[in-house]
């Protein structure tokens, strides 16, 4: 069982920037997918980006290509979600997810196990 708790949500101008940061429990983070997703309101969550255990392979969708970047510290048994020229469109509630160990990271959330309860991000215009 695996409990992740993200923080680092908050209320930021439109070209602002924040950092989310997702803490996981248990002994085997390391090997874990993470992944990132984010869910407007009226809207479906979709997928932002995605990690593997080495940090090796990185997935981000077109979106936030260049704007947003994903890092994992491994002996903190965290994951990052770092956003810079955040627009209101970024406007949604954050997720974090684990999943199995895989080589190349999924989009599709199907893939992940453990969901954290997720941080709310309000980009004003």
């Known amino acids: 069982q695996v409990q992740l708790v993200e923080s680092g949500g908050g209320l930021v101008q439109a070209g602002g920037s924040l950092r989310l940061s997702c803490a996981a429990s248990?002994?085997?983070?390391?090997?874990?997918?993470m992944g990132w997703f984010r869910q407007a309101p009226g809207k479906e969550r979709e997928f932002v980006g995605g990690i593997n255990w080495s940090g090796g392979s990185i997935v981000a969708r077109d979106s936030v290509e260049g704007r947003f970047t994903i890092s994992r510290d491994n002996a903190k048994n965290t994951v990052y979600l770092q956003m810079n020229s955040l627009k209101p469109e970024d406007t949604a509630v954050y997720y974090c997810?684990?999943?199995?160990?895989?080589?190349?990271?999924?989009?599709?959330?199907?893939?992940?196990?453990?969901w954290g309860q997720g941080t709310q991000v309000t980009v004003s215009s």
């Open positions: 248990g002994r085997t983070f390391s090997s874990y997918t």
């Open positions: 997810a684990a999943g199995p160990f895989r080589f190349i990271v999924t989009r599709d959330q199907r893939g992940y196990d453990y």
